[in-house]
């Protein structure tokens, strides 16, 4: 297929402009080395440019009637539904995913910004009775003011969604810095939402790489919030940098998901949800399951199912329909993922399938890795603890439920986990006791829908959640509002105290 070169520009106040240095960097095609196109390279003046248009449209943008600003998004929800094929095959190719995952990509942007629409009618506060007469006590939320939204590229479409929507229906103005290797998704995407009436200034884009735009809009004394998906070093950095402004930092991070399967679980459905959570998106998501936990009954019975599945799986483009596996997203990606292969052969664990990347023919134009599982693996092995983010899976043989959720637990990440089984008081054990923001149940790891809240526990986040009600709780402060009609100083804890005769 060839690929058209498309460039963009950064959006700032409405306008498509260059990086002030002039500087550009390219977009590639992961399954074919190509070039999509060039962006700006951005820098801090960029930065200081857009956020002093998202901080001069915040003034009349937190006034607009929350159920207009719903409107809105309802509007872009239906352009992104009008847009969806061209998007998604614009997806295959930036990013690399197959077609039905790309489709899905947009579908959660789609889902979100529907849901988010709804809330422009909701965003309810709280009334209560004072404990005083004559007094009306209620709470509200207020918008924070410039959103600072650091992307990454693995949900090119649907991460900026889950952020500029609940932002925006908050009544808060953005400035987004998508992933230095999707920028022309980035820039679809602000373009579709301006279309649908977003005014100018209210969403802002600069291009570029972390360290330097990343890092510039993280220090900017006028972005209250930042709101970042990424790695976990990388949100580190973050944190330590938004510390100096005492800023709020919302971090949606990485994972080392488990799918446990026990003795009395339909392995056929347990292969079926191992492949799409450990290849899907060739195991670039943060929920993808890199660790697959099998009781011993059913280890050898699994194996062979899984290692028959994953050689089966067909590797190529993400716009071939008949692709089950596109590419990793760039060189790095293989590199990092072969030398965790190669970790993994070091530390003795049993390399059943894959284990290397995939150069045949057309292939080896792109950046393609083999599925790759391994067998016998311990669980403090380090490619059972920290994150590869590519198509490689480890099973950890158990002798029972409690060993196999203390495997799931002893990580340092809590963003996803699964049990196969069909006794329900161990379903009902495994969703009280793993500790991850998200569990499921006969599923895989990965499969969110947008109303729920989703996030993580320990090192995959800092305590706060996207999607649902949660996401509004990140993108508001709370007002408390008393409002006195007695007439008179009536005074809290003082006035109303019935005080004990002396
Ligand atoms: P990354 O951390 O390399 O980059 C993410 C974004 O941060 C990019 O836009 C990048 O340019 C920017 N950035 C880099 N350095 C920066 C700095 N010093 N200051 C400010 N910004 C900076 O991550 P990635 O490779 O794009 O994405 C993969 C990671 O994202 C994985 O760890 C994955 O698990 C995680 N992820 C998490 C979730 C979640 O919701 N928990 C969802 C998707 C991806």
Redesign the pocket.
Same mark, same amino acid.
């Given at each position: 297929m060839a690929v058209a070169e498309r460039s963009a520009q950064n959006f700032i106040g409405g306008e498509w402009v260059d990086a002030a240095s002039g500087e550009t960097f390219e977009s590639f095609v992961p399954a074919t080395g190509e070039s999509l196109g060039s962006f700006p390279r951005s820098g801090a003046e960029d930065v200081d440019r857009a956020v002093a248009a998202a901080k001069e449209a915040f003034g009349s943008w937190r006034l607009v009637p929350a159920p207009k600003r719903g409107e809105i998004l309802f509007r872009f929800a239906r352009l992104l539904e009008e847009q969806k094929d061209e998007l998604t095959e614009l997806m295959s190719r930036e990013m690399g995913k197959v077609l039905a995952e790309a489709g899905g990509d947009v579908q959660e942007a789609i889902d979100m910004s529907v849901y988010m629409a709804g809330e422009g009618r909701r965003l309810f506060g709280q009334t209560t009775p004072s404990e005083l007469p004559d007094k009306f006590n209620m709470s509200m939320r207020m918008p924070v003011g410039v959103v600072g939204a650091?992307?990454?590229?693995?949900?090119p479409i649907a991460?900026p969604a889950w952020k500029l929507a609940p932002a925006l229906v908050c009544g808060n103005t953005v400035v987004l810095?998508?992933?230095?290797?999707t920028p022309l998704l980035a820039s679809r995407f602000v373009e579709i939402l301006s279309e649908a009436g977003v005014p100018p200034g209210v969403v802002n884009v600069v291009h570029g790489? /972390?360290?330097d735009?990343?890092?510039a809009? $993280?220090a900017h004394p006028d972005v209250p919030i930042i709101t970042?998906? /990424?790695?976990?070093?990388?949100?580190i950095? $973050?944190t330590k940098?938004a510390a100096d402004n005492l800023k709020t930092v919302h971090l949606?991070?990485?994972?080392k998901n488990a799918i446990i399967v026990m003795d009395d679980a339909d392995l056929d459905l347990a292969v079926e949800g191992i492949v799409w959570s450990a290849f899907g998106t060739s195991g670039?998501?943060?929920t993808a399951a890199s660790r697959v936990i099998v009781h011993e009954a059913v280890y050898d019975a699994l194996q062979s199912k899984l290692v028959d599945a994953a050689e089966r799986m067909r590797l190529g483009p993400g716009w071939d329909e008949s692709t089950d596996v596109g590419p990793v997203?760039n060189r790095g990606a293989i590199e990092k993922i072969h030398g965790y292969t190669e970790i993994g052969k070091d530390e003795g664990a049993k390399l059943l399938t894959g284990g290397e990347p995939a150069t045949d023919g057309d292939l080896g134009k792109g950046h393609f890795y083999r599925p790759t599982i391994f067998a016998d693996v311990e669980p403090g092995m380090r490619i059972a603890q920290e994150?590869i983010?590519g198509p490689t899976t480890a099973l950890i043989p158990v002798r029972d439920f409690d060993e196999a959720v203390r495997a799931a637990n002893g990580i340092r990440y809590g963003?996803s986990s699964s049990i196969f089984t069909r006794d329900v008081n161990r379903a009902f054990r495994a969703m009280r006791d793993l500790q991850t923001g998200i569990t499921y149940v006969n599923a895989g790891t990965t499969g969110a829908e947008v109303h729920l809240p989703?996030?993580?526990t320990k090192e995959?986040?800092n305590g706060h959640r996207?999607a649902g009600q949660a996401a509004l709780d990140v993108f508001t402060e709370w007002k408390s509002v008393y409002v006195d009609y007695s007439g008179k100083l009536q005074r809290a804890q003082i006035d109303n105290v019935e005080r004990p005769a002396p």
């Open positions: 650091i992307t990454p590229w693995n949900f991460i810095k998508p992933a230095e290797d790489y /972390g360290e735009a990343g890092a809009l $993280v970042f998906t /990424g790695h976990r070093t990388t949100g950095a $973050v940098a949606e991070l990485g994972g670039q998501r943060c997203i994150e983010f963003l989703f996030g993580g995959t986040g996207e």
